[in-house]
């Protein structure tokens, strides 16, 4: 027999997800059975971004029909003890509200029933009395002395203040030609997976155990702040993942609150709770990156090479420094001069809190932040000293030769050609991109070119969080590094192999990869090899490190995978060679066979030699004690804890990408238009090429929304105003153009396979390269995301004169920051405006005319107070209405004005009812309306409130006008009067 050996690594092999995928197949956590009698939930969220809760009365929700339960941050604290924060500070970090809210959407009480159907009508009857406290949005304002203080005793918004100094930095700063600067604002936005949260928990009294289906990205250092927040030891605890998730981008890390929430509730009613997220509280309360505000300053020679950089960055961590934040801020501690050899460095990072959601780990994490300023600045520096942007970046670039490169702040560079990869990238290129640009603008359209080099860190070292903390303050709390990874491999009785990885995937083909890695070592198909990657504490083998964020599956997953296989192959090969009576380094595995090497009739199936130990372990040889199953652990020895300095080699691998752009802009609609985008991989040792493609162009088109469309909006009083995605906005294939992907391979000296991470560089490297063409286009010094075509239809135009000021429309009514509505229209009445006014003014009238109305109550002759039910696309809820009649004009007008609060938000306004005769005996209502709208109702967007204002307007007058002029009788009323003996 010869012998054929096939490596499956390198190629772009079926993916043996896509099958059930593609065919509806795919079991997510919605998909899964439930045990009979499962409970589920709706959750109750605050429509004020700071408030004190002063009362919840659950009375009339918990008497209501099918209603198991209803539980409110009282109850949870009773069973619960806060979060553990990622930064020791004097603020209890709740799941849910317990005495005061602090952004829009944050839970205040949950309705367990039934169905989801009863439990959402509950959350209707639970009636929650706020006192709401000013709120604070921005993180600079956050800083002022004067600014609302989130946690009272914190005594700050400032939680954590650090400096670092690594080298000389003032003595740089001192000797350079020039110092070049940049402010930079960056927005928050989200990773908006088309799979929303979803918990199913489960509590045993018996054994104080609580059982946890949610579909949880990791880490699984989480594990252990959910076991304390739910006041259990770790291994009771039991968290298990479905096969299947639809995205998460890193986003479904944030799952962990509700976690404890459903947990709790589970405990509560003593059966299973299953609770599903919508897209609104997903968009208004989950996972939401860092926005963050950095000044960047650098000490530039005159020919442009950077001696020091300057940081200054001011993270918004939102209400809570919920774990692992501010990891956002840290993770990228180690690569804050980027590609570029910069040995001094000095750094100030501060960690504040505003009344917005928590923040947590959304794809590239840290990394757009940093490079958004840092290649912005790379950009300033070659235009202020009229230099070209790529002589810039070349005369900086780490060189070639220095690899293992260790930077100023301690990160440690495996390998890596970065002057390679740049020239490759813009060879025949860039002369083609120019040749456009000089054409456009002699035709006097906007064209320019963008430039953005990057370092990619994947497998995150668990250490670099503690950076935050001083030296003395992690000498106290005991060292922590490492990226522990996980992979068991198992051959059954028949020879038959599986791989379990702590992994947990999202989608990305992990189960194909490892079948190609372990199939390798085994020579086997790779379809002979059954991987399963979803994952039970219980059961799997796990560690705190395990999970799927930072890019850490093709370094440190499959290297694992490849080492459990290896274990197990190298004692296969012992068995082989003493049944086959050759020395073991002879024994190759290839084609389904193991075989001596040079010696094609010494051959045995693989099937026969990997079952022995089931079989006949009798016959194993000395040295092997079982083939049944491997496992390994791996941590690499380069992540090691934060120095006494503060260095810290925040990541295992670092890749490199290269940008380059043509973009050209329409000052008019301000749209941008990409002509050209070419990127620049090295990603170590490829192993799916295939998929490393599509990690690629999903991150581009990722960061194409982060670039013009994505920002997650909050006014000036934190209602959350971007809660559907009529407002928040994503691209679709139509907005995402076609890009060039190049690749040159510098395998990893310190991974198994030779590989790194490639799913995050696009979403850090992109952004920036865009904005650099739009500046370069514009011609512009400041510009930040989203670069809507607003904004750079703004940045086009010359400043407009001042609009005169009796043309400017009154101030909207309502608070600041409100989501503003304004409204005309007229509508006509067969009545005179005497049987108008009187309708007006009447209690029963109203109750019957009002949309939604459950009832009237008449203070005064003028002053009313009603209880309504009203829905807005998606959002339905009952409010409680305060109207008021004044500047009375009897029977020609009034001026109305009113209020609504509720458990999904608030709303006030004042409008003119002005009644006009027609002449034929009917009238004319005109109106004219001014109204304000904040909470959760704010957050679905623009065009579904004005809409809905308009419906909402038309339906009173229309039923006022079939009250004011009856028509033709019903059929029921014209059949009772011809049973009557009357004609109708």
Same mark, same amino acid.
């Given at each position: 027999?010869?012998?054929?050996?096939?490596?499956?690594?390198?190629?772009?092999?079926?993916?043996?997800?896509?099958?059930?995928?593609?065919?509806?197949?795919?079991?997510?956590?919605?998909?899964?059975?439930?045990?009979?009698?499962?409970?589920?939930?709706?959750?109750?969220?605050?429509?004020?971004?700071?408030?004190?809760?002063?009362?919840?009365?659950?009375?009339?929700?918990?008497?209501?029909?099918g209603?198991?339960?209803?539980?409110?941050?009282?109850?949870?604290?009773?069973?619960? @003890?806060?979060?553990?924060? #990622?930064?020791?500070?004097?603020?209890?970090?709740?799941?849910?509200?317990?005495?005061?809210?602090?952004?829009?959407?944050?839970?205040?009480?949950?309705?367990?029933?039934?169905?989801?159907?009863l439990?959402?009508? &509950?959350?209707?009857?639970?009636?929650?009395?706020?006192?709401?406290?000013?709120?604070?949005?921005?993180?600079?304002?956050?800083?002022? $002395?004067?600014?609302?203080?989130?946690?009272?005793?914190?005594?700050?918004?400032?939680?954590?203040d650090?400096?670092?100094?690594?080298?000389?930095?003032?003595?740089?700063?001192?000797?350079?030609?020039?110092?070049?600067?940049?402010?930079?604002?960056?927005?928050r936005?989200? +990773?908006?997976?088309? =799979?929303?949260?979803?918990?199913?928990?489960?509590?045993?009294?018996?054994?104080?155990?609580?059982?946890?289906?949610?579909?949880f990205? *990791?880490?699984?250092?989480?594990?252990?702040?959910?076991?304390?927040?739910?006041?259990?030891?770790?291994?009771?605890?039991?968290?298990?993942?479905?096969p299947?998730s639809?995205?998460?981008? +890193?986003?479904?890390?944030?799952?962990?609150?509700? &976690?404890?929430?459903? #947990?709790?509730?589970?405990?509560?009613?003593?059966?299973?709770?299953?609770?599903?997220?919508?897209?609104?509280?997903h968009?208004?309360?989950?996972?939401?990156?860092?926005?963050?505000?950095?000044?960047?300053?650098?000490?530039?020679?005159?020919?442009?090479?950077?001696?020091?950089?300057?940081?200054?960055?001011?993270?918004?961590?939102g209400?809570?420094?919920?774990?692992?934040?501010?990891?956002?801020?840290?993770?990228?501690?180690?690569?804050?001069?980027?590609?570029?050899?910069?040995?001094?460095?000095?750094?100030?990072?501060?960690?504040?809190?505003?009344?917005?959601?928590?923040?947590?780990?959304?794809?590239?994490?840290g990394?757009?932040?940093?490079?958004?300023?840092?290649?912005?600045?790379?950009q300033?520096?070659?235009?202020?000293?009229?230099?070209?942007?790529?002589?810039?970046?070349?005369?900086?670039?780490?060189?070639?030769?220095?690899?293992?490169?260790?930077?100023?702040t301690?990160?440690?560079?495996?390998?890596?050609?970065?002057?390679?990869?740049?020239?490759?990238?813009?060879?025949?290129?860039?002369?083609?991109?120019?040749?456009?640009?000089?054409?456009?603008?002699?035709?006097?359209?906007?064209?320019?070119?963008?430039?953005?080099?990057?370092v990619?860190?994947?497998?995150?070292?668990?250490?670099?969080?503690?950076?935050?903390?001083?030296?003395?303050?992690?000498?106290?709390?005991?060292?922590?590094?490492?990226?522990?990874?996980?992979?068991?491999?198992?051959?059954?009785?028949?020879?038959?192999?599986?791989?379990?990885?702590?992994?947990?995937?999202?989608?990305?083909?992990?189960? @194909? %990869?490892?079948?190609?890695?372990?199939?390798?070592? !085994?020579?086997?198909?790779?379809?002979?090899?059954?991987?399963?990657?979803?994952?039970?504490?219980?059961?799997?083998?796990?560690?705190?490190?395990?999970?799927?964020?930072?890019?850490?599956?093709?370094?440190?997953?499959?290297?694992?995978?490849?080492?459990?296989? @290896?274990?197990?192959?190298?004692?296969?090969?012992?068995?082989?060679?003493?049944?086959?009576?050759?020395?073991?380094?002879?024994?190759?595995?290839?084609?389904?066979?193991? !075989?001596?090497? #040079?010696?094609?009739?010494?051959?045995?199936?693989?099937?026969?030699?990997?079952?022995?130990?089931?079989?006949?372990?009798?016959?194993?040889?000395?040295?092997?004690?079982?083939?049944i199953?491997? @496992?390994?652990?791996?941590?690499?020895?380069?992540?090691?804890?934060?120095?006494?300095?503060?260095?810290?080699n925040?990541?295992?691998?670092? *890749?490199?990408?290269?940008?380059?752009?043509?973009? =050209?802009?329409?000052?008019?609609?301000?749209?941008?238009?990409?002509?050209?985008?070419?990127?620049?991989?090295?990603?170590?040792?490829?192993?799916?090429?295939?998929?490393?493609? *599509?990690?690629?162009?999903?991150?581009?088109?990722?960061?194409? *929304?982060?670039?013009?469309?994505?920002?997650?909006?909050?006014?000036?009083?934190?209602?959350?105003?971007?809660?559907?995605?009529?407002?928040?906005?994503?691209?679709?294939?139509?907005?995402?153009?076609d890009?060039?992907?190049?690749?040159?391979?510098?395998p990893?000296? !310190?991974?198994?396979?030779?590989?790194?991470?490639?799913?995050?560089?696009?979403?850090?490297?992109?952004?920036?390269?865009? &904005?650099?063409?739009?500046?370069?286009?514009?011609?512009?010094? =400041?510009?930040?995301?989203?670069?809507?075509?607003?904004?750079?239809?703004?940045?086009? &135009?010359?400043?407009?004169?001042?609009?005169?000021?009796?043309?400017?429309?009154?101030?909207?009514?309502?608070?600041?920051?409100?989501?503003?509505?304004?409204?005309?229209?007229?509508?006509?009445?067969?009545?005179?405006?005497?049987?108008?006014?009187?309708?007006?003014?009447?209690?029963?009238?109203?109750?019957s005319?009002i949309?939604?109305c459950?009832?009237?109550?008449?203070?005064?002759?003028?002053?009313?107070?009603?209880?309504?039910t009203?829905?807005?696309? $998606?959002?339905?809820g009952?409010?409680?209405?305060?109207?008021k009649?004044?500047?009375?004009?009897?029977?020609?007008?009034?001026?109305?004005?009113?209020?609504?609060?509720?458990?999904l938000?608030?709303?006030?306004?004042?409008?003119? %009812?002005?009644?006009?005769?027609?002449?034929?005996g009917?009238?004319?209502?005109?109106?004219?309306?001014?109204?304000?709208?904040?909470?959760?109702?704010?957050?679905?967007?623009?065009?579904?409130?004005? #809409?809905?204002?308009?419906?909402?307007?038309?339906?009173?007058?229309?039923?006022?006008?079939?009250?004011?002029?009856?028509?033709?009788?019903?059929?029921?009323?014209?059949?009772?009067?011809?049973?009557?003996?009357?004609?109708?």
């Amino acid at each position: 027999m010869k012998a054929e050996t096939i490596l499956w690594t390198g190629q772009s092999v079926e993916r043996v997800e896509d099958a059930a995928l593609l065919t509806g197949r795919g079991r997510f956590i919605d998909d899964l059975g439930v045990r009979p009698g499962t409970l589920h939930a709706a959750i109750l969220r605050s429509p004020h971004a700071h408030a004190d809760i002063l009362a919840v009365d659950a009375t009339a929700a918990a008497a209501m029909p099918g209603v198991a339960a209803i539980v409110t941050g009282r109850d949870l604290a009773r069973l619960t @003890t806060p979060m553990v924060a #990622g930064l020791k500070i004097a603020a209890e970090n709740w799941p849910m509200a317990v005495e005061r809210v602090r952004y829009v959407g944050e839970p205040v009480a949950i309705a367990i029933a039934e169905t989801r159907y009863l439990a959402e009508d &509950a959350l209707d009857a639970v009636e929650v009395e706020y006192a709401p406290l000013k709120a604070v949005v921005d993180p600079m304002a956050s800083l002022r $002395p004067d600014a609302p203080v989130l946690h009272e005793k914190a005594g700050a918004n400032l939680v954590s203040d650090r400096h670092f100094r690594y080298g000389d930095p003032e003595a740089a700063f001192a000797a350079a030609d020039r110092t070049v600067s940049v402010k930079i604002a960056y927005p928050r936005n989200t +990773g908006a997976p088309m =799979e929303t949260f979803g918990v199913v928990a489960e509590y045993d009294p018996h054994e104080d155990v609580y059982d946890i289906l949610a579909n949880f990205q *990791g880490p699984f250092s989480i594990h252990t702040v959910l076991a304390r927040a739910l006041k259990v030891p770790g291994n009771r605890l039991r968290l298990r993942m479905p096969p299947e998730s639809g995205g998460s981008f +890193g986003v479904k890390q944030g799952v962990a609150p509700y &976690a404890v929430l459903i #947990g709790v509730a589970a405990r509560i009613t003593g059966r299973p709770v299953k609770w599903i997220e919508d897209r609104l509280e997903h968009l208004g309360a989950a996972v939401a990156a860092t926005n963050r505000v950095t000044t960047l300053k650098a000490a530039v020679s005159a020919d442009g090479r950077i001696s020091a950089l300057d940081w200054d960055q001011v993270e918004d961590c939102g209400a809570y420094p919920r774990a692992p934040e501010p990891a956002t801020l840290y993770r990228m501690h180690g690569n804050m001069t980027g590609a570029y050899d910069i040995r001094h460095v000095a750094m100030r990072n501060r960690v504040v809190l505003t009344n917005k959601a928590p923040t947590g780990l959304v794809r590239g994490f840290g990394g757009p932040q940093v490079y958004f300023a840092l290649e912005r600045l790379m950009q300033r520096i070659a235009v202020e000293l009229g230099l070209a942007p790529l002589d810039v970046i070349r005369r900086n670039l780490i060189p070639a030769d220095a690899f293992p490169y260790r930077t100023a702040t301690g990160a440690l560079y495996d390998s890596g050609d970065y002057q390679q990869a740049l020239e490759l990238a813009v060879s025949g290129r860039l002369a083609e991109l120019e040749r456009r640009r000089d054409e456009a603008r002699a035709a006097g359209r906007h064209y320019g070119i963008g430039f953005a080099a990057a370092v990619e860190p994947s497998v995150s070292n668990m250490g670099y969080i503690t950076t935050v903390l001083t030296a003395e303050e992690r000498r106290k709390a005991g060292p922590k590094n490492g990226a522990q990874a996980t992979a068991t491999i198992s051959i059954d009785p028949v020879g038959s192999v599986s791989v379990h990885a702590a992994s947990t995937p999202q989608g990305q083909g992990h189960r @194909t %990869v490892l079948a190609q890695v372990v199939a390798d070592i !085994f020579g086997l198909p790779h379809r002979e090899v059954r991987v399963i990657a979803d994952l039970d504490t219980g059961k799997d083998a796990w560690s705190i490190a395990s999970g799927n964020y930072s890019s850490r599956f093709a370094a440190a997953v499959a290297g694992a995978a490849q080492l459990a296989a @290896t274990r197990l192959r190298d004692k296969l090969a012992l068995i082989a060679a003493r049944q086959l009576k050759v020395e073991p380094g002879q024994i190759g595995f290839a084609g389904g066979a193991v !075989f001596a090497k #040079g010696n094609p009739d010494k051959t045995i199936p693989f099937g026969r030699i990997a079952a022995l130990s089931h079989w006949s372990p009798a016959l194993l040889p000395e040295g092997v004690d079982q083939t049944i199953r491997e @496992t390994a652990f791996w941590t690499p020895p380069e992540l090691t804890a934060p120095t006494e300095g503060d260095e810290i080699n925040s990541s295992l691998c670092h *890749g490199f990408i290269f940008d380059m752009a043509g973009v =050209e802009v329409d000052p008019v609609s301000g749209k941008a238009r990409i002509d050209r985008y070419v990127t620049m991989h090295d990603c170590g040792r490829v192993l799916h090429p295939g998929m490393v493609e *599509g990690q690629i162009r999903g991150g581009f088109a990722q960061a194409l *929304g982060a670039s013009f469309y994505e920002e997650l909006a909050y006014a000036e009083d934190g209602a959350f105003l971007t809660g559907t995605f009529a407002d928040y906005l994503l691209p679709t294939a139509t907005e995402t153009p076609d890009i060039e992907i190049l690749h040159i391979e510098t395998p990893s000296p !310190f991974t198994p396979l030779g590989t790194k991470g490639v799913g995050e560089g696009n979403c850090m490297s992109t952004p920036v390269c865009l &904005a650099n063409a739009i500046a370069d286009a514009l011609n512009v010094a =400041e510009i930040n995301l989203p670069l809507t075509p607003a904004k750079l239809a703004a940045l086009a &135009a010359r400043p407009e004169p001042p609009q005169p000021e009796a043309s400017r429309s009154a101030a909207p009514v309502g608070r600041p920051g409100d989501r503003a509505l304004r409204g005309e229209g007229e509508a006509k009445v067969a009545a005179a405006p005497e049987a108008i006014w009187a309708m007006l003014l009447d209690v029963d009238t109203l109750a019957s005319i009002i949309p939604g109305c459950h009832g009237v109550q008449k203070l005064s002759d003028t002053h009313f107070k009603a209880e309504v039910t009203l829905g807005v696309g $998606p959002v339905k809820g009952r409010y409680k209405a305060e109207i008021k009649l004044s500047d009375l004009d009897e029977p020609r007008g009034a001026t109305l004005t009113g209020s609504v609060s509720g458990a999904l938000g608030t709303g006030g306004g004042a409008g003119r %009812v002005t009644l006009t005769p027609d002449g034929a005996g009917g009238t004319v209502i005109g109106y004219t309306y001014e109204a304000a709208v904040g909470g959760k109702v704010a957050a679905i967007g623009g065009r579904l409130l004005d #809409g809905a204002a308009k419906a909402i307007i038309g339906q009173f007058f229309a039923a006022l006008a079939r009250k004011a002029a009856p028509g033709r009788p019903g059929v029921l009323a014209r059949l009772r009067a011809r049973l009557s003996g009357r004609r109708a």
